[in-house]
């Protein structure tokens, strides 16, 4: 699973990046910043209404992003629906429509590996448009360090979050050139 997001990393370089704002054997911060030209409730309904129509569906346990949900609401769910049962990825612990999701949990290989994780995501007015703000932090326990997932979690999380840009933007998840 390692040796995936490592390749996925190198194949993401081309991709604009958010920052891996630390990082050390026991953890590490990624953080994201785009502006997005529309408004903050727009982005936000998107964001968690919308999830399975920006989302990689490479970055799921299915194949398929139209299976996953957010709940925003305290101990809502980032869940995906399996063939044969349900994932929780994450757990909302905070929410105020239009201007932030905070969520619990690991995400991909992260969540089965010793770790706690956090990603508050904020929406401010920016000149007629939203500033998305990601951060996530990862802090725990694994053989050879943290370190080494957070140059491959930010390649992943950019992405995404890129997408939801492009979708919200022209209604396609796919960056436009």
Aim: net charge neutral.
């Amino acid at each position: 699973m390692k040796a995936t997001f490592v390749v996925l990393a190198l194949t993401l370089a081309g991709i604009a990046r958010g920052d891996v704002a630390d990082s050390a054997p026991n953890g590490f911060t990624v953080k994201i910043a785009l502006t997005i030209q529309a408004s903050s409730d727009e982005v936000y309904r998107r964001l968690v209404g919308n999830i399975g129509d920006w989302w990689n569906s490479a970055h799921t346990f299915t194949g398929d992003a139209h299976n996953l949900t957010i709940e925003a609401k305290p101990m809502g769910c980032f869940c995906e629906k399996l063939p044969s049962g349900g994932a929780r990825h994450m757990e909302v612990v905070n929410f105020v429509p239009g201007k932030t999701l905070v969520m619990v949990g690991g995400l991909g290989p992260l969540q089965s590996l010793a770790v706690a994780a956090s990603m508050t995501i904020q929406l401010a007015p920016a000149d007629g448009a939203t500033k998305l703000t990601v951060t996530y932090a990862v802090g725990g326990y694994v053989p050879g360090g943290l370190n080494s997932y957070a140059v491959p979690v930010d390649g992943v999380l950019t992405q995404q979050f890129t997408r939801l840009k492009s979708y919200v933007e022209h209604g396609d998840p796919a960056p436009k050139k």
